[in-house]
């Protein structure tokens, strides 16, 4: 159950996207976001899927991975077409039963809006997917640099975030094996309530967070051993450089963020 | 100068904020040791005896109550030389797990590199040199989380190593490892020491992984009891047993059979040194 989790998973590759400097991935993908939002029509909002498809294409992930990366959010998508079907009511009527009434309207935002957070979401997790956390957070330190002040909560910042995307997997299987060892002795994590269920939690967490702390004072006494002496100095193996295909990503989006423009301009209006 | 790391009188205690006064514990009570360069020295020791403290002391994690720590020449208490310190003895953890900080391969082992503010086409090749060294070189775009426990603790060593140290200390290196990957850490170990010269000092509870040493110091209650060659040490089967600490297997059968009146070199450690032993034994007439 928990090795569903693909937050933070990278899967090392060559392919175009792959490559692409972080920083104009990081760029890309808010332009993406930018451009989602923009969508005001159908057409506007299948121009921006056109992009987020190919560019998922491009980078040769598996597509059975999107579909893994919405399986979390699905709630959330149930809850948001349930609050617009049945909450917005004007338009013609197509249903209609008591107190609930389902409209066209209300359809058709439901429709618009989980497409657009499906949208939302493959797209971030390519990012994920096609940036190792270490690049990605460096392309954030880098992107913030320039910005003297803000230059070493950043890198406090991007290195924190590093340290706990590396730790996911590991935590996870620490999790799994807590559960295992409560579970031998007799807890009982499926039955009973809410209330229960929550209690049932209580012996996992504390070990897990236990043992958490265990681990962060073993990795911090290696990172000093191995010189670590926060952002000051420190050089990159791995050089962000922006080449062509950069500049011609960048040029493509605009492209499409036109063509998100301009067909808006020509179907009917959803927000 | 000859002597690598070499502690004088070294005392050191914890400190316990949590109580009130604060609790002074010494666990260390005035040791000298000397190591020398290029030497492989294993320390044994039964747990909380100080071993994990003393090897923290020699690369500045610790810093002295008494007494001086000076390791390659610079002296381990002033603030100045705590990074040129431990660029030149790295430290291996018992855990892999913990002593990883990225999610690649070779960024991990570049991090070292990264800290030191090399320049980025020297990381990369030094990356891939260590990687190289420690046969993880085809490994190093995985993600740890999903290598062997060897293979991970070989990461780690490479992660040190890149840092071309003179000296590294291993605690415990091999105490989560299964017998391949202890058999693949020892290597790595031996090969560091004789190919490279590095000097290493190993911190261990496995007794045939220290025959393979040089020197074994053995540290008990913050005191160094036994300092020598192994077949020294392990000749001395009951005064380690007092200590708390095992003599190699095959060391304890020949001990046992010199008990009961057979006649045996007292100084055997290896399983081929023992063979020939016993086989003398069986069939005397082989031998000739
Ligand atoms: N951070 C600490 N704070 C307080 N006391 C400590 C700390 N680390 C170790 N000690 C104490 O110091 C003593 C020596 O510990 P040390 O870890 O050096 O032993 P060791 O020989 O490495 O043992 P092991 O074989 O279990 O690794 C122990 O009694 C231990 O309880
Ligand atoms: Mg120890």
């Known amino acids: 159950m928990l090795k569903d989790i693909t937050i933070g998973q990278f899967f090392p590759g060559h392919s175009i996207i792959h490559r692409l400097d972080p920083r104009v991935k990081l760029i890309l993908t808010i332009a993406f976001i930018v451009m989602l939002f923009m969508a005001g029509s159908f057409y506007g909002l299948a121009v921006g899927m056109a992009f987020v498809l190919l560019s998922f294409a491009l980078s040769g992930i ?63 997790s390519l990012l994920t997917y096609t940036t190792s956390p270490i690049q990605l957070t460096d392309a954030i330190e880098r992107l913030f640099a320039p910005i003297k002040p803000l230059r070493r909560p950043v890198h406090d910042l991007a290195m924190m975030m590093t340290i706990a995307l590396r730790f996911i997997p590991t935590l996870i299987e620490e999790t799994d094996k807590i559960m295992a060892a409560q579970k031998a002795r007799g807890a009982d994590m499926e039955s009973g309530n809410l209330v229960k269920k929550a209690r049932a939690l209580v012996p996992i967490f504390v070990p897990l967070i ?49 063509g998100v423009v301009f067909a808006d301009k020509l179907g009917p209006k959803v927000f | 100068m000859n002597t690598f790391l070499s502690a004088k009188n070294l005392k050191f205690s914890y400190i316990n904020n949590m109580e009130e006064p604060p609790v002074k514990t010494e666990v260390l009570h005035g040791i000298s040791l000397d190591i020398k360069k290029g030497e492989f020295v294993a320390v044994l020791g039964h747990n909380g005896s ?7 002391c020699f690369n500045a994690i610790n810093t002295a109550d008494e007494g001086e720590v000076f390791s390659c020449g610079y002296d381990a208490s002033k603030e100045e030389n705590l990074l040129p ?11 892999p797990d913990n002593q990883i900080v990225a999610t690649i391969v070779e960024e991990d082992v570049a991090f070292a590199l990264e800290n030191m503010g090399v320049e980025p086409e020297e990381i990369r090749r030094r990356v891939d040199e260590a990687l190289k060294t420690v046969d993880m070189y085809e490994y190093r775009e995985h993600a740890p989380h999903k290598l062997s426990g060897g293979q991970k603790q070989r990461v780690a060593i490479a992660g040190i190593i890149a840092m071309k140290p003179e000296c590294v200390l291993l605690d415990e290196p091999t105490a989560m490892l299964d017998p391949k990957g202890r058999a693949e850490v020892m290597k790595t170990v031996k090969m560091l020491n004789e190919e490279m010269g590095v000097t290493i000092v190993l911190i261990t509870h496995y007794m045939d992984e220290a025959a393979q040493a040089e020197r074994i ?55 081929d040194e023992c063979f020939e032993a016993l086989l003398g034994l069986l069939k005397p007439d082989v031998k000739e």
């Open chain 1, 210 to 258: 236990v043992s958490s702390f265990k681990r962060a004072m073993e990795l911090a006494l290696a990172m000093e051993c191995r010189c670590y002496h926060g952002g000051e100095g420190r050089t990159r193996m791995k050089q962000m450089k922006t080449s062509l295909r950069d500049y011609a990503s960048l040029a493509l989006t605009a492209v499409f963020i036109a």
């Open chain 2, 50 to 56: 100080g071993k994990s403290t003393l090897a923290k």
């Open chain 2, 217 to 271: 110091v053995v540290v008990d209650s913050g005191n160094i009891v036994m300092d020598d060659v192994p077949k020294k040490i392990f000749s001395q089967v009951e005064k380690m047993k007092s200590l708390g600490l095992d003599v190699p297997q095959v060391t304890e059968l020949i001990w046992g059979l010199r008990q009961e009146g057979y006649d045996l070199p007292e100084d055997i450690i290896t399983e």
């Open chain 2, 85 to 95: 310190i431990r660029q030149r003895v790295g430290m291996v953890f018992q855990n």
């Open chain 1, 62 to 124: 598996p597509f059975r991975m999107m579909l893994k990366s919405l399986r979390p959010i699905m709630p959330i998508l149930i809850f948001t077409a349930v609050l617009n079907i049945f909450f917005i009511k004007t338009g013609d009527v197509w249903f209609h039963w008591r107190f609930i009434t389902i409209t066209q309207n209300g359809v058709v935002s439901a429709v618009f809006i989980i497409i657009r957070i499906v949208g939302l979401i493959v797209g971030s």
